[in-house]
C-alpha cells in the first residue's frame, strides 16, 4: 500500500470516529444548519445588510458582512439544537444507537471526501506519479466515481476523468 492508500484511510477512519462520537442525530442537525444558513444567507442578507449594517459604506463589505452574519447564527442555532437533541437522546437511553448510526454517516462521509480527493488527484500531475500508479484504492474509487457520475453535478462531471 502507498502513503496515498493510508491517506485515503486515515481519512475515512477519522471521518468515522469523529461522527461516533459526535452520533447522527448532531451530524445531521448540524449538516442541515449548514444548508439553512446557506438558504437562509441568500434570501435575507440583502434586506438585512441594507437595514441594520449602514455603518459599513462599502456595499460589497456590507453584503459580505449581513452574509456572514446570517450564516453564522443559523449555524451556531443548529449547533445548539443539536447538542440539545443529543443529549436528549443519551438521558433516554437511545446514545448506543445514536452513535453507531453516527459512525455509519461517518463512513459515507469519508468515502464522499476520499471520492472527492481522488478526483480532484487526478485532474493534477499527483495522477501520474509512482504513489498514485500504486495505490491500491485508487482504481475502486475511479470505478466508483464511474458508477456514480449519473448523479452528479454537471459541472463536477466534466472534471472527471472519461475512465
Same mark, same amino acid.
Given at each position: 500500500? #502507498?502513503?496515498? !492508500?493510508?491517506?485515503?484511510?486515515?481519512?475515512?477512519?477519522? #471521518?468515522?470516529?469523529?461522527?461516533?462520537?459526535?452520533?447522527?442525530?448532531?451530524?445531521?442537525?448540524?449538516?442541515?444548519?449548514?444548508?439553512?444558513?446557506?438558504? &437562509?444567507?441568500?434570501?435575507?442578507?440583502?434586506?438585512?445588510? @441594507?437595514?441594520?449594517?449602514?455603518?459599513?459604506?462599502?456595499?460589497?463589505?456590507?453584503?459580505?458582512?449581513?452574509?456572514?452574519?446570517? &450564516?453564522?447564527?443559523?449555524?451556531?442555532? /443548529?449547533?445548539?439544537?443539536? =447538542?440539545?437533541?443529543?443529549?436528549?437522546?443519551? @438521558? #433516554?437511553?437511545?446514545?448506543?444507537? !445514536?452513535?453507531?448510526?453516527?459512525?455509519?454517516?461517518?463512513?459515507?462521509?469519508?468515502?464522499?471526501? #476520499?471520492? $472527492? $480527493?481522488?478526483?480532484?488527484?487526478?485532474?493534477?500531475?499527483?495522477?501520474? =506519479? /509512482?504513489?498514485?500508479?500504486?495505490?491500491?484504492?485508487?482504481?475502486?474509487?475511479?470505478?466508483?466515481?464511474?458508477?456514480?457520475?449519473?448523479?452528479?453535478? /454537471?459541472? &463536477?462531471?466534466?472534471?472527471?476523468?472519461?475512465?
Amino acid at each position: 500500500m #502507498s502513503p496515498l !492508500d493510508w491517506f485515503l484511510l486515515v481519512v475515512v477512519g477519522l #471521518s468515522v470516529l469523529i461522527s461516533l462520537l459526535r452520533g447522527a442525530v448532531y451530524e445531521i442537525v448540524t449538516l442541515l444548519g449548514w444548508i439553512g444558513g446557506v438558504w &437562509f444567507a441568500a434570501h435575507f442578507a440583502p434586506s438585512l445588510g @441594507a437595514r441594520y449594517l449602514q455603518a459599513i459604506d462599502n456595499i460589497d463589505m456590507r453584503l459580505l458582512a449581513a452574509y456572514a452574519m446570517c &450564516f453564522i447564527v443559523v449555524v451556531l442555532c /443548529a449547533g445548539i439544537l443539536a =447538542s440539545v437533541l443529543r443529549l436528549l437522546l443519551r @438521558a #433516554s437511553g437511545l446514545g448506543i444507537f !445514536d452513535r453507531s448510526m453516527g459512525a455509519l454517516i461517518g463512513l459515507v462521509k469519508g468515502v464522499a471526501l #476520499s471520492l $472527492l $480527493l481522488v478526483a480532484l488527484g487526478a485532474q493534477t500531475a499527483l495522477a501520474q =506519479s /509512482a504513489m498514485w500508479k500504486t495505490a491500491v484504492l485508487i482504481p475502486p474509487a475511479q470505478s466508483l466515481l464511474l458508477a456514480i457520475r449519473p448523479w452528479l453535478p /454537471a459541472a &463536477f462531471v466534466t472534471h472527471l476523468p472519461q475512465g
